[in-house]
């Protein structure tokens, strides 16, 4: 069995992880929550029980900027589970099918290795650091052998010189390792050897090759060729960051880290599939909605469950949870074709934001685009805060324009923020100095944007 993090996650405790972030949504958060949970539950039933229990994939209906790709994301980083995103509409570019439908599974696998291989690192990170630590040391105060003993070409009687100068090798040695460990010589440069990859292009093999037919066959070629070294002189800081990547990688077996992430990607993955409206045909008839409808029978048997061939070896597809997304303005949910509308079971409608939607994302989640700009004049010195009545008033101006022009959610906060502290972000720090407080009033809010508020052709403030 899997061993993951939400063996300590109850569904309401990750609705509770998700308002951290997100604000609303109630019905769309309970939902992946139960979906989430039932993860770990599949993965604790009977052996003979977990191979029928399948996911309830889930269509989330709801205008742009509302939360639906954030909530997919964070239920991802929750899970620590393998996460991939994927706009539908990008499978409709070339003729009628476009880019491979198979190429999501194949990134889902590669964000699989690369969670594992993360976890792997931090394991071995003590040896690897150890490891480092003498490399760099080494490459400092190179350790003297002992020249003792006739094959050395000395006398047992002539010894004592050159074992006084070992001692005093070894405790010098000792006292840079003591400096190396504390960061006394962090910007001290030093020459170290760096393993290149043998990287080679192999070019185009005519038409009928597919991209995982050149990834296998580049590894292959790059395996075959001998591994290079370089030398290089970098300060200690650089040589222990890339050293470490490279001790690590070498104490990590990665055919285990393969077979994990086939199992992490298969029993925890997480497929976002947005816009899906954009390939749900609204007519019937020729003309491109023949593509769509070719998209939607190419999604099918991957939703459905299939096996896709990888890199790092073949995945089953059957329990990989997919989370699908769209404005469903022209389109509806029934445009779809019946097989892939019944592999999506649970339907959420995402609400539209109201203006005290809009002032609790400027204020509550841990992200809030305030904090935000406040992180970022803070690296400058300068302290950035805003008055409850200017949240209020930035809220009344973003719902105000979202309800005369295009509705973009909480996107339109990004427009009105940027508006509000241009000026600011352009005068700091040649007219504003560091030490600076900076207080955005609600008379500020109404006087910086103006503008933006007479102004009923907006189209130039759309995001």
Do not use: C
């Amino acid at each position: 069995m899997t061993t993951t993090r939400l063996e300590y996650l109850t569904p309401r405790q990750i609705v509770e992880e998700l308002d951290k972030y997100i604000v609303g949504q109630k019905d769309a958060k309970r939902n992946v929550a139960i979906a989430l949970r039932n993860r770990w539950r599949r993965m604790s039933a009977a052996a003979d029980m977990r191979q029928e229990i399948v996911p309830n994939n889930i269509l989330m209906i709801g205008a742009t900027g509302i939360g639906k790709t954030e909530i997919a994301r964070r239920l991802a980083k929750i899970a620590d589970a393998p996460f991939t995103k994927v706009e539908a509409s990008k499978f409709t570019e070339v003729g009628y099918v476009g880019r491979d439908v198979e190429s999501m599974v194949r990134d889902l696998v590669e964000q699989a290795v690369h969670l594992v291989k993360a976890n792997k690192k931090e394991a071995v990170k003590a040896r690897a650091t150890q490891v480092v630590e003498d490399i760099i040391l080494d490459a400092l105060i190179p350790p003297m052998r002992s020249k003792t003993g006739s094959a050395a070409g000395y006398n047992i009687e002539t010894t004592a010189t050159p074992d006084s100068d070992q001692e005093l090798n070894e405790r010098t040695r000792e006292r840079f390792r003591e400096k190396i460990k504390n960061g006394e010589l962090e910007d001290r440069k030093i020459e170290i050897n760096i393993q290149q990859s043998s990287t080679s292009n192999v070019g185009m093999l005519g038409p009928g090759v597919d991209e995982m037919t050149m990834m296998n066959l580049q590894e292959m070629i790059s395996g075959m060729m001998p591994k290079k070294t370089k030398k290089r002189k970098v300060t200690i800081a650089e040589a222990r960051k890339i050293l470490l990547e490279e001790e690590s990688s070498k104490l990590i077996d990665m055919d285990e880290v393969k077979e994990e992430a086939i199992r992490k990607a298969e029993d925890t993955g997480i497929i976002f599939i947005d816009e899906i409206d954009k390939i749900a045909s609204s007519s019937k008839g020729g003309g491109p909605d023949v593509s769509r409808e070719g998209v939607q029978r190419d999604l099918l048997p991957i939703v459905e469950g299939s096996t896709v061939n990888t890199k790092y070896g073949v995945i089953n597809t059957d329990h990989i949870l997919f989370i699908a997304a769209g404005a469903f303005h022209v389109a509806k949910p029934s445009d779809l074709i019946p097989e892939l509308q019944g592999r999506f079971p649970i339907r959420v409608e995402l609400q539209s934001l109201t203006k005290e939607d809009f002032y609790q994302i400027l204020k509550a989640p841990k992200n809030a685009l305030t904090k935000q700009y406040e992180s970022l004049l803070m690296a400058e010195g300068v302290a950035l805060s805003f008055q409850d009545e200017a949240l209020e008033r930035l809220a009344e101006i973003a719902f105000n324009i979202n309800s005369e022009v295009e509705n973009i959610g909480a996107r339109r906060l990004h427009t009105v923020m940027s508006h509000l502290l241009n000026d600011f972000l352009f005068d700091i720090p040649d007219v504003i100095g560091a030490n600076a407080k900076i207080v955005i009033t609600r008379e500020m809010v109404d006087q910086r944007l103006s503008n933006l508020v007479k102004n009923k052709d907006l189209s130039q403030y759309i995001l």
